[in-house]
């Protein structure tokens, strides 16, 4: 994977990582259709936490692909 594939998928786990999930929201609520469809195949969320003012959103993400490995995107 190349340094923009890396920049592209970060900046798109940061996008995401602003929907709330526990609220009902989903992915396709923020991100196009391939790209929510892209995120739900190659990654699930490991732990989220939302500011009750918008403000602030942080969610750790796991990778479903290789070795397992973890995400911070806020």
């Known amino acids: 994977m190349t340094a ?3 920049a ?4 798109l786990l940061a996008d995401a990582s602003y929907v709330r999930l526990n609220q009902g929201e ?4 923020r991100l196009t259709q391939p790209l ?4 739900t195949q190659n990654f699930e969320v490991a732990s989220q936490e939302n500011a009750s003012d918008e403000s602030f959103s942080a969610t750790v993400w796991r990778k479903k692909w ?4 973890f995400s911070l995107a806020f």
């Open 4 to 6: 923009l594939d890396n």
């Open 8 to 11: 592209f998928i970060n900046a």
């Open 26 to 29: 989903t992915f396709a609520s």
């Open 36 to 39: 929510a469809d892209f995120l």
């Open 66 to 69: 290789g070795r397992s490995q």
